[in-house]
Protein backbone atom coordinates (compact mmCIF):
# COMPACT_ATOMS: atom_id res chain seq x y z
CA UNK A 1 0.00 0.00 0.00
CA UNK A 2 0.98 3.61 -0.48
CA UNK A 3 1.42 5.84 2.08
CA UNK A 4 -1.64 7.52 0.77
CA UNK A 5 -3.48 4.58 0.89
CA UNK A 6 -2.35 3.96 4.50
CA UNK A 7 -3.69 7.54 5.01
CA UNK A 8 -6.80 6.96 4.06
CA UNK A 9 -7.24 3.46 5.79
CA UNK A 10 -6.77 5.22 9.15
CA UNK A 11 -9.14 8.16 8.58
CA UNK A 12 -11.62 5.57 7.60
CA UNK A 13 -10.83 3.75 10.79
CA UNK A 14 -11.17 7.05 13.05
CA UNK A 15 -14.45 7.51 11.13
CA UNK A 16 -15.68 3.96 11.82
CA UNK A 17 -14.35 4.17 16.24
CA UNK A 18 -16.13 7.14 16.48
CA UNK A 19 -19.30 7.20 14.21
CA UNK A 20 -21.24 4.67 16.84
CA UNK A 21 -20.58 7.00 19.74
CA UNK A 22 -21.87 10.39 18.21
CA UNK A 23 -25.11 11.96 19.06
CA UNK A 24 -26.96 15.25 17.96
CA UNK A 25 -25.23 17.38 20.60
CA UNK A 26 -21.79 15.93 19.48
CA UNK A 27 -18.79 18.28 18.54
CA UNK A 28 -15.85 16.68 17.19
CA UNK A 29 -12.40 18.27 17.40
CA UNK A 30 -10.60 18.14 13.78
CA UNK A 31 -6.80 18.63 13.04
CA UNK A 32 -4.70 19.58 10.45
CA UNK A 33 -2.77 17.79 7.54
CA UNK A 34 -3.16 15.26 4.74
CA UNK A 35 -4.57 12.72 7.08
CA UNK A 36 -6.70 15.06 8.92
CA UNK A 37 -8.32 16.06 5.41
CA UNK A 38 -8.75 12.49 4.66
CA UNK A 39 -10.63 12.35 8.05
CA UNK A 40 -12.89 15.50 7.54
CA UNK A 41 -13.76 13.66 4.26
CA UNK A 42 -15.63 10.38 5.41
CA UNK A 43 -16.49 12.40 8.80
CA UNK A 44 -19.08 14.15 6.24
CA UNK A 45 -20.54 10.93 5.31
CA UNK A 46 -22.07 10.86 8.66
CA UNK A 47 -22.84 15.13 9.17
CA UNK A 48 -26.32 14.28 10.18
CA UNK A 49 -25.12 12.09 13.50
CA UNK A 50 -23.98 15.09 15.16
CA UNK A 51 -23.67 18.97 15.94
CA UNK A 52 -20.60 20.00 14.30
CA UNK A 53 -16.89 20.51 14.28
CA UNK A 54 -14.43 22.34 16.22
CA UNK A 55 -11.21 23.16 13.98
CA UNK A 56 -7.71 23.60 14.84
CA UNK A 57 -6.53 25.78 11.30
CA UNK A 58 -8.04 27.95 9.04
CA UNK A 59 -7.68 25.26 5.84
CA UNK A 60 -9.42 22.40 8.23
CA UNK A 61 -12.00 24.98 9.19
CA UNK A 62 -13.02 25.55 4.99
CA UNK A 63 -12.61 22.01 4.45
CA UNK A 64 -15.41 21.10 7.01
CA UNK A 65 -17.46 23.96 5.82
CA UNK A 66 -16.99 22.93 2.18
CA UNK A 67 -18.82 19.97 3.36
CA UNK A 68 -21.36 21.80 5.02
CA UNK A 69 -20.53 20.73 8.61
CA UNK A 70 -20.90 23.50 10.92
CA UNK A 71 -17.68 24.92 12.54
CA UNK A 72 -17.65 26.63 15.95
CA UNK A 73 -15.49 28.76 17.78
CA UNK A 74 -13.70 26.42 20.84
CA UNK A 75 -15.11 28.86 22.79
CA UNK A 76 -18.74 28.64 21.95
CA UNK A 77 -19.10 24.77 22.67
CA UNK A 78 -19.61 22.72 26.19
CA UNK A 79 -17.40 19.82 25.95
CA UNK A 80 -15.29 17.89 22.83
CA UNK A 81 -15.43 14.32 23.02
CA UNK A 82 -13.54 13.60 20.46
CA UNK A 83 -10.21 14.94 18.56
CA UNK A 84 -8.50 13.36 15.82
CA UNK A 85 -5.37 14.51 13.61
CA UNK A 86 -2.29 13.46 12.58
CA UNK A 87 1.07 13.66 13.45
CA UNK A 88 4.82 13.99 12.37
CA UNK A 89 5.97 10.99 14.84
CA UNK A 90 4.64 9.05 17.42
CA UNK A 91 6.83 7.07 19.61
CA UNK A 92 5.50 3.32 21.61
CA UNK A 93 3.87 5.69 24.85
CA UNK A 94 2.02 8.12 22.75
CA UNK A 95 3.71 11.12 22.76
CA UNK A 96 4.12 12.95 19.48
CA UNK A 97 5.93 15.39 17.22
CA UNK A 98 3.06 17.70 15.67
CA UNK A 99 3.44 21.00 13.60
CA UNK A 100 4.70 19.98 10.00
CA UNK A 101 1.87 21.79 8.97
CA UNK A 102 2.53 24.86 11.32
CA UNK A 103 -0.59 24.47 13.09
CA UNK A 104 0.28 22.87 16.23
CA UNK A 105 -1.36 25.68 18.95
CA UNK A 106 -4.72 25.24 17.99
CA UNK A 107 -3.46 21.72 17.81
CA UNK A 108 -2.51 21.77 21.42
CA UNK A 109 -5.56 24.10 22.66
CA UNK A 110 -7.97 21.54 20.70
CA UNK A 111 -6.25 18.40 21.90
CA UNK A 112 -6.30 20.25 25.64
CA UNK A 113 -9.99 20.29 25.62
CA UNK A 114 -11.15 17.27 24.25
CA UNK A 115 -11.69 14.10 26.42
CA UNK A 116 -10.09 11.38 23.85
CA UNK A 117 -7.46 12.10 21.22
CA UNK A 118 -7.55 9.90 18.93
CA UNK A 119 -3.64 10.17 16.71
CA UNK A 120 -3.99 8.97 13.11
CA UNK A 121 -1.10 7.73 11.28
CA UNK A 122 0.62 5.75 8.50
CA UNK A 123 3.50 3.70 9.94
CA UNK A 124 6.56 5.86 8.75
CA UNK A 125 5.46 8.18 11.85
CA UNK A 126 5.90 5.09 14.42
CA UNK A 127 9.53 5.70 15.83
CA UNK A 128 11.23 4.57 18.69
CA UNK A 129 12.87 8.22 19.95
CA UNK A 130 11.47 11.28 18.64
CA UNK A 131 13.03 14.15 17.25
CA UNK A 132 14.43 12.90 13.67
CA UNK A 133 11.62 14.70 12.56
CA UNK A 134 12.85 18.85 13.35
CA UNK A 135 10.60 19.93 16.12
CA UNK A 136 8.16 23.15 15.15
CA UNK A 137 8.05 25.27 17.84
CA UNK A 138 5.57 28.96 16.90
CA UNK A 139 7.50 31.92 18.11
CA UNK A 140 6.39 35.27 18.39
CA UNK A 141 8.34 37.28 15.56
CA UNK A 142 10.47 40.03 17.99
CA UNK A 143 11.54 36.79 19.99
CA UNK A 144 12.80 35.52 17.10
CA UNK A 145 16.54 35.68 17.87
CA UNK A 146 16.13 35.38 21.59
CA UNK A 147 14.55 32.00 21.30
CA UNK A 148 17.22 30.96 18.46
CA UNK A 149 20.31 31.26 21.41
CA UNK A 150 17.39 29.21 24.01
CA UNK A 151 17.17 26.80 21.41
CA UNK A 152 20.75 26.39 21.02
CA UNK A 153 21.27 26.30 24.89
CA UNK A 154 19.33 23.67 25.03
CA UNK A 155 21.49 21.73 22.07
CA UNK A 156 19.24 21.89 18.93
CA UNK A 157 19.71 23.55 15.84
CA UNK A 158 17.30 26.12 14.79
CA UNK A 159 15.98 26.58 11.51
CA UNK A 160 13.73 29.72 10.61
CA UNK A 161 10.94 28.29 8.09
CA UNK A 162 11.14 30.85 5.30
CA UNK A 163 8.14 32.07 3.83
CA UNK A 164 5.21 31.14 6.74
CA UNK A 165 3.28 32.69 9.23
CA UNK A 166 0.93 30.81 11.25
CA UNK A 167 -2.67 31.33 11.55
CA UNK A 168 -1.76 33.76 14.64
CA UNK A 169 0.59 35.77 12.96
CA UNK A 170 3.57 34.03 14.33
CA UNK A 171 6.52 32.75 12.84
CA UNK A 172 8.19 28.79 13.42
CA UNK A 173 11.47 27.32 13.92
CA UNK A 174 11.75 23.99 13.47
CA UNK A 175 14.62 22.17 15.87
CA UNK A 176 16.88 20.08 14.47
CA UNK A 177 19.25 17.77 16.03
CA UNK A 178 17.52 18.10 19.56
CA UNK A 179 17.74 14.80 22.27
CA UNK A 180 13.90 14.27 22.56
CA UNK A 181 14.91 11.02 24.84
CA UNK A 182 12.74 12.34 27.50
CA UNK A 183 10.28 13.86 25.89
CA UNK A 184 8.08 15.48 28.86
CA UNK A 185 11.35 17.07 30.27
CA UNK A 186 12.11 18.71 27.17
CA UNK A 187 8.62 20.00 26.10
CA UNK A 188 8.53 21.59 29.65
CA UNK A 189 11.69 22.90 29.18
CA UNK A 190 10.30 24.69 25.57
CA UNK A 191 7.02 25.93 27.39
CA UNK A 192 9.31 27.93 29.82
CA UNK A 193 11.27 30.21 26.74
CA UNK A 194 9.96 33.61 26.64
CA UNK A 195 8.96 33.67 23.26
CA UNK A 196 7.97 30.52 22.37
CA UNK A 197 4.29 30.29 21.93
CA UNK A 198 3.71 26.68 21.90
CA UNK A 199 6.35 23.62 20.79
CA UNK A 200 5.31 20.61 18.82
CA UNK A 201 6.02 17.97 21.57
CA UNK A 202 2.68 16.23 22.81
CA UNK A 203 4.17 14.14 25.73
CA UNK A 204 2.25 15.88 28.65
CA UNK A 205 -0.98 15.65 27.02
CA UNK A 206 -0.36 12.26 24.95
CA UNK A 207 -2.64 10.35 22.15
CA UNK A 208 -4.86 8.12 24.21
CA UNK A 209 -5.21 5.95 21.00
CA UNK A 210 -3.14 5.66 18.30
CA UNK A 211 -5.03 4.28 14.71
CA UNK A 212 -1.50 3.10 13.12
CA UNK A 213 -1.87 2.18 9.12
CA UNK A 214 0.39 -1.08 8.35
CA UNK A 215 0.43 -3.36 5.74
CA UNK A 216 -1.20 -5.48 7.26
CA UNK A 217 -4.08 -3.13 8.02
CA UNK A 218 -4.52 -0.62 11.13
CA UNK A 219 -2.90 -1.57 14.51
CA UNK A 220 -4.72 -0.21 17.44
CA UNK A 221 -2.66 0.80 20.23
CA UNK A 222 -3.49 2.49 23.00
C1 LIG B 1 0.03 19.85 11.28
C2 LIG B 1 0.35 18.55 11.89
C3 LIG B 1 0.02 17.31 11.12
O1 LIG B 1 -0.78 16.49 11.90
C4 LIG B 1 1.28 16.58 10.77
O2 LIG B 1 2.14 17.47 10.07
C5 LIG B 1 1.00 15.35 9.91
O3 LIG B 1 0.58 15.74 8.64
P1 LIG B 1 0.15 14.68 7.53
O4 LIG B 1 -1.10 14.03 7.99
O5 LIG B 1 -0.05 15.54 6.29
O6 LIG B 1 1.27 13.70 7.35
O7 LIG B 1 0.84 18.44 12.99
O8 LIG B 1 0.47 20.92 12.07
Redesign the pocket.
Known amino acids: MTQDEL?QAVARAAVDYIAPRLDSRSIVGV??????NYFIDYLAEYQSDFDGAVAS?EATAERLKSHGIPVYDLNAVGEIEFYV????ETNERLELI???????TR?KIVAAVAKTFICI?DES?KVDILGDFPL?VEVIPMARSHVGREIVKLGGDPVYREGFTTDNGNIIIDIHNLDISRPIVMEEKLNNVVGIVTN?LFARRPADLLLLGTSDGVRTIE
Request: no cysteine; proline share 4%.
Open positions: KGTGSTASDGADKGGGGALEAKPG
